[in-house]
Each structure stands twice: as C-alpha cells, then as structure tokens.
C-alpha cells in the first residue's frame, strides 16, 4: 500500500519563500520519476509543475515556476523537496507529491494522491 505524506505549507506573504517535502512509502522510490503537481481550486486539474529523474541529475519545471521553485530528492529518505520561493498569489494552490509518467510538459501522476498541502499567497 503506498502512502503519500505532503507537509510544509501554510499562509505567507507574497515574495516569501516556503519549502514543502514529500514522504512516499510503499513504493520502490528511487525507480520513479517523482514531481509535484498543483490544483488552484477544487475540481479543477491538477497541474505537473515539476518533475525529477530518478537519480537527480535531471529536472523538470513548468513556465510558471521556473526560475523561482527547485526540486530535489533523497532517495535514502523516499522524500522528495520543492524549494519556493518569489511566491506570488497565483501560486496560491494545494500542493501535491506524486510519481510521474514523464519528465516533461504534461505530466500526470503515477501513484495516488496524498491529502496535500495548502499554501496561499497573501499580497
């Protein structure tokens, strides 16, 4: 059974800087592309917006993150990282840890979702 834990959320003013972690257990970790995925609003699609290979050494970020959020991972840990920072409101979302189909635009999750975390942007 895989169980997703997203923590490291919570209300910060615009151009502050947040760092989220993922924990995946149950799952053979470092074989996965793991990323992070965004919803803005319920119901709406949930957005790949980075994405690392299994070692590390390559990363994916989407146009409206990169330059401002870093991904990383410890695959002795099963966690995986999102460094924030510059938030803006539009990065006003619930935040996400999944696996994913591909390091690239358009990614979608291989494993189910964990509860995520909320971050919001006050201007």
């Known amino acids: 059974q895989i169980e997703v834990v997203e923590s490291g959320g919570g209300l910060v003013q615009a151009g502050d800087s947040v760092t989220l972690s993922c924990t995946i257990q149950g799952l053979s970790f470092g074989r996965y592309i793991m990323g992070w995925f965004r919803q803005v609003l319920p119901g709406k699609e949930r957005e790949g917006i980075s994405?690392?290979?299994?070692?590390?050494?390559?990363?994916y970020y989407s146009d409206s993150v990169k330059g401002r959020f870093t991904i990383s991972r410890d695959n002795t840990k099963n966690t995986v990282i999102l460094q924030m920072s510059m938030l803006t409101r539009e990065d006003t979302a619930t935040y996400y840890c999944?696996?994913?189909?591909?390091?690239?635009?358009?990614?979608?999750?291989?494993?189910?979702w964990g509860q995520g975390t909320q971050v919001t942007v006050a201007s």
């Open positions: 994405c690392i290979s299994q070692n590390g050494s390559s990363t």
């Open positions: 999944a696996a994913c189909d591909r390091l690239g635009p358009g990614a979608k999750p291989r494993t189910v």
